[in-house]
């Protein structure tokens, strides 16, 4: 054994252990800390008393559903997926509070959520999470970072600033201003808000964004009017619906025009746009947001059956991301024990 | 000539050779090398796959999710029929001067290495299982779960999937490091065994 093949050998050896573990920390994020990491979406959430342990890092507060889908067939015309032929599918859901915080109020939370779970013939599943609100605050992930990352700064300027860069922004505050408060998760409309690729039986590529429209009549109610009923009464008022009898609502898809954008969650498509009635959702029971079984459902909206997918709009994807460290995390917790059941208990969870 | 035919390797090289010096060592048969060299190739990009999705909430996220699903299995396939192979064609035997503790070593650390081509896949897809997730292989098709959904399960799959692929990292780092020691100082024959040609003099 030369003692040059000893030098020259061990040189390239260690320059080649040096690209490796260069390139793996390359790709794994670990050289600048600039990547859009889904961990800084979840630092920029955690309210100022902390995420309560086994909860969700958003949409926290919240109450699980069970049903159904009943789908008409109407919805083949855009989307082969084989939960729009004629049938009855399961469902399970959530509705849910638009607030990290575990203990939001119902009467001072503006945001509203409904997330699906449709486990299709076969078992192909469409998961979605919706919101009330009838388009995103802001036009892209990074934007809504930036906006996260204002909102929880002690800076009293830090909001206006993203909102001087992200004049979008102003179209929310017009909606949290003016829509009308309810005072029902049942009269909600739930919007999907962001655009997905349908795939027809011919083959042909159908921008999508979709709705559900509630059969029950939205009562309109004032700020002060919600404040009277307190911090808790979304769920009881769910619950004695439920007793009562079934909840419906209309899912409605809504095409594209060619021209139309479909890469920006913030701006709502012009009316007008041919829809197509793809079924209705019923639901039946409701079941507590810890015991229920959609505690342990990440309703992430890339979760597609085949027939549906994800264009060119940024947001699915960053959801995707970020939603699986939320779960990722949440179960640890729920699996340590330490998950409290959430409202107000054990807080401080990363 | 028997250290060379140990492992029940039925030597397709002739003994005389080897004993000539012509042949430094037997190689491996030649599906043994291309499922050697095409599984560390499919083992590396799924370790990089690996840890750049998770790294970024960009689009290019969801694409190698879908990769990484599938690449996974592939390699769980591949590794069965490696060993199948291996079971039939046993492996050329280590030089006879390899020092007893490096030759350990190497014996260990391929068995390590097995073990995580092995247990990755299969806690990749026992993860997504108990996430309560679809097993998506492509458009369409679906692998059913290998557990049930559960937070217990999923915790202690997670922290299972990162931590192997970590060691399983470094450990191909050692492996990487010995293969070129064995090719550029030792010149031993055991690089191109694997490898294909014959060591420089
Ligand atoms: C980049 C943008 C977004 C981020 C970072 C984000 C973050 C999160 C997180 C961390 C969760 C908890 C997930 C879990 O643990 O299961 C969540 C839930 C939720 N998100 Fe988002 N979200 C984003 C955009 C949206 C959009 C565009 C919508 C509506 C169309 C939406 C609606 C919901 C709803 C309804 C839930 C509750 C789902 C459930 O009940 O589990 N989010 N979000
Ligand atoms: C040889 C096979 C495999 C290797 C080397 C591998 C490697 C990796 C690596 C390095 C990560 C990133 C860990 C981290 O930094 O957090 C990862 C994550 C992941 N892998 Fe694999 N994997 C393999 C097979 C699979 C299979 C077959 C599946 C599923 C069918 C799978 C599903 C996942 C998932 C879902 C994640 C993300 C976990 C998270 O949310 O943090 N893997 N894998
Ligand atoms: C990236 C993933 C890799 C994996 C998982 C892997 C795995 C293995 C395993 C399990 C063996 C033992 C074969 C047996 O006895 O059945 C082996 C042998 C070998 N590998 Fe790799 N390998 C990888 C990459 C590489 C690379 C990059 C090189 C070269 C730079 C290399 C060079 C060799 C050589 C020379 C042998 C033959 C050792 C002997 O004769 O016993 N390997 N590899």
Redesign the interface.
């Known amino acids: 054994?030369a003692a040059g093949?000893?030098v020259?050998?061990?040189a390239?050896?260690g320059a080649?252990?040096a690209v490796?573990?260069a390139?793996?920390a390359w790709?794994?994020?670990w050289l600048s800390g600039d990547?859009?990491?889904?961990e800084r979406?979840i630092t920029a959430l955690k309210p100022p008393g902390g995420f309560g342990y086994g909860d969700r890092r958003n949409h926290a507060k919240g109450v699980c559903v069970t049903g159904t889908f009943t789908a008409d067939g109407a919805a083949t015309a855009v989307s082969h997926a084989s939960l729009f032929r004629p049938g009855t599918y399961p469902l399970i859901g959530r509705f849910s509070l638009g607030s990290a915080d575990p203990a939001a109020s119902d009467s001072a939370t503006r945001v509203r959520g409904f997330g699906f779970d449709i486990t299709g013939p076969g078992?192909?599943?469409w998961r979605s999470a919706n919101i009330d609100v009838p388009f995103f605050p802001v036009a892209t992930?990074d934007a809504f970072l930036q906006l996260l990352q204002a909102s929880g700064s002690k800076d009293p300027g830090a909001i206006g600033q993203v909102a001087a860069a992200h004049p979008e922004l102003k179209a929310f505050g017009g909606w949290a201003k003016s829509a009308p408060w309810t005072a029902s998760f049942a009269e909600e409309q739930y919007n999907g808000i962001d655009a997905f690729v349908a795939t027809d039986a011919a083959g042909s590529r159908h921008f999508v964004r979709w709705s559900l429209l509630p059969a029950a009549t939205a009562q309109q109610v004032t700020p002060d009017a919600l404040k009277a009923k307190g911090p808790d009464f979304l769920d009881r008022e769910l619950e004695s619906r439920l007793a009562s009898g079934p909840l419906h609502w209309r899912m409605v898809l809504t095409e594209a025009a060619p021209g139309d954008q479909t890469a920006d969650p913030s701006q709502a498509w012009p009316a007008g746009r041919p829809t197509v009635a793809a079924g209705t959702i019923t639901l039946t029971a409701g079941q507590d947001n810890v015991a229920g079984p959609c505690r342990?459902?990440?309703f992430?909206p890339?979760?597609l059956?085949?027939g549906l997918a994800?264009g060119d709009d940024?947001f699915?994807?960053?959801r995707?991301?970020?939603y699986?460290v939320s779960?990722?995390r949440r179960?640890?917790q729920?699996?340590?024990g330490q998950a409290t059941g959430g409202h107000d208990t054990g807080r401080n969870a990363q | 000539m028997s250290d060379f035919t140990r492992n029940g390797f039925n030597g397709r090289v002739q003994p005389s050779l080897l004993e000539r010096g012509e042949v430094v060592r037997e190689p491996f048969a030649p599906v043994q090398r291309v499922l050697h060299w095409a599984m560390a190739v499919c083992i590396l990009a799924m370790?990089?796959?690996g840890?750049?999705m998770?790294?970024?909430?960009?689009?290019?996220?969801?694409g190698l999710?879908d990769v990484h699903r599938p690449l996974g299995i592939l390699i769980l396939l591949l590794v069965v029929v490696r060993l199948a192979v291996r079971a039939r064609r046993g492996t050329p035997a280590l030089p006879r001067d390899l020092p007893a503790g490096v030759k350990l070593g190497a014996t260990l650390s391929h068995w390590l290495l097995y073990a995580a081509m092995i247990s990755m896949p299969i806690i990749g897809w026992g993860m997504v299982s108990a996430?309560?997730?679809?097993v998506v292989m492509w458009?369409?098709f679906?692998l059913p779960p290998i557990l049930p959904?559960?937070?217990?399960l999923?915790?202690?799959l997670?922290?299972a999937h990162r931590i192997i692929a970590y060691l399983l990292?470094a450990l191909i780092?050692l492996h990487?490091?010995a293969a070129?020691?064995h090719?550029?100082?030792?010149?031993d024959g055991v690089f191109e065994a694997m490898a294909g040609g014959r060591p420089p003099v």
């Open positions: 054994m093949n000893v020259r050998g061990g390239v050896i080649v252990l490796l573990v390139a793996f790709a794994g994020g990547r859009l990491s889904p979406f078992g192909e599943e992930p342990d459902v990440n992430d890339t979760i059956p085949s994800t940024p699915p994807a960053a995707s991301a970020v699986a779960y990722n179960t640890a729920e699996a340590s | 370790l990089f796959i840890v750049g998770v790294s970024t909430a960009r689009p290019i996220s969801l999710v996430a309560g997730l679809p458009g369409g679906q959904h559960s937070d217990a999923h915790a202690v997670w922290d990292f780092l990487v490091s070129l020691m090719a550029l100082i030792r010149r």
